[in-house]
């Protein structure tokens, strides 16, 4: 039985981290969900399976899942039915990817994700290897400045899974040229089309504001929901030490707050160590005497720790399979 529980780092020097282990784990319990057709995300799935009438193959997908399409959709005149089906996988990850997990950076390799999890069901010997090709890949940052690097810094920028790192603008300057393009905007239509009707738009405009109370409310609600958040400014000045004590200084101000507790037992490794136990656990062909999956072989395959906590994941597994 060829079993394939890599990881599947990248190859330039990937740097671990505790967000990507977070993306790995949640992936993973994505899988557990379309496996088992429960919750949330299996719905969606469903749903978009029925409506475009898409039959999933029960095998791995791509190791670099790229965005697919449906039959007839991808390369077609039909660019509406394009435009549609990308709109859906968008509106599934804005629905079911929690935010620390998914940013500008990583969107569109989420949907190309999400559409390999509506064309393809994980076979049921190959859990872990279907969440492992389903993890975003990691990452680097571009040098400043440039769209795409050069072969060669290609191949000497280290990578990540998950870095906590986000390309910003200056925020003042941003909401400046913010303000300043809406304002113009605001210009052009009263001098194209309001003037010539003798009205003023800048009077329609504080009208709006100063009489729309629900408007206005919805507006401090929603400023309020996107709180502050503390962010490293790295530039050619920076030090190591400099961010080291900025990193103190930001954790400092959130003590008390992280909801991590003690390590949970992987659940889609306990469920496929069910799996191999109940329902693959023929003789081994090199000697009938033994089973191909024992404890202590499924510790030695999933890294378990030892064969009696094996067994408690058999237990688990068993659990999620009823």
């Known amino acids: 039985m060829n079993l394939d529980h890599s990881a599947g780092s990248g190859s330039r020097g990937d740097l671990g981290s505790d967000a990507g282990r977070a993306l790995q784990r949640f992936t993973r319990d994505l899988v557990l969900t379309l ?18 009438d898409i039959e999933p193959v029960v095998g791995l997908p791509p190791e670099r899942p790229r965005l697919l399409y ?19 996988l968008r509106a599934v990850v804005h629905g079911t990817i929690p935010p620390r997990h998914n940013h500008k950076d990583l969107e569109r390799e989420w949907r190309s994700i999400v559409s390999a ?20 890949r990691p990452h680097g940052l571009v040098p400043t400045g440039r769209n795409f690097p050069t072969r060669d810094e290609d191949e000497s920028l280290p990578i990540m899974r998950a870095p906590p790192v986000r390309r910003l603008r200056d925020a003042d300057a941003a909401e400046h040229t913010e303000r300043w ?26 009208d709006v504001v100063d009489n729309a109370p629900d408007l206005t409310r919805e507006y401090r609600q929603r400023q309020g929901r996107n709180r502050q958040r503390g962010y490293i400014s790295v530039d050619e000045h920076t030090t190591i030490r400099d961010v080291q004590r900025a990193f103190h200084m930001l954790a400092a101000n959130r003590r008390g707050t992280s909801s991590a507790g003690a390590p949970r037992r992987d659940p889609l490794t306990a469920l496929q160590c069910a799996i191999l136990y109940e329902r693959h656990n023929g003789r081994d062909p090199q000697d009938a005497r033994k089973k191909n999956w024992t404890y202590e072989k499924l510790h030695a395959q999933f890294n378990l720790g030892s064969a009696r906590a094996a067994e408690d994941y058999v237990r688990e597994g068993r659990d999620l399979l009823r």
């Open 117 to 136: 999890f509506v064309f393809y069901d994980p076979p049921e010997t190959c859990l872990l290897a279907f969440a492992d090709r389903c993890v975003p």
């Open 35 to 52: 496996f088992l057709r429960r919750d949330t995300f299996w719905e969606t799935v469903r749903e978009i399976r029925s409506m475009w």
């Open 70 to 88: 449906p039959e007839g959709v991808s390369g077609s005149e039909d660019h509406e039915a394009r435009r549609r089906w990308e709109r859906e």
């Open 181 to 206: 393009f809406w304002r113009r905007v605001l210009d052009e239509i009263g001098r194209r089309h309001l003037e010539p009707l003798g009205l003023d738009v800048w009077e329609l405009h504080d």
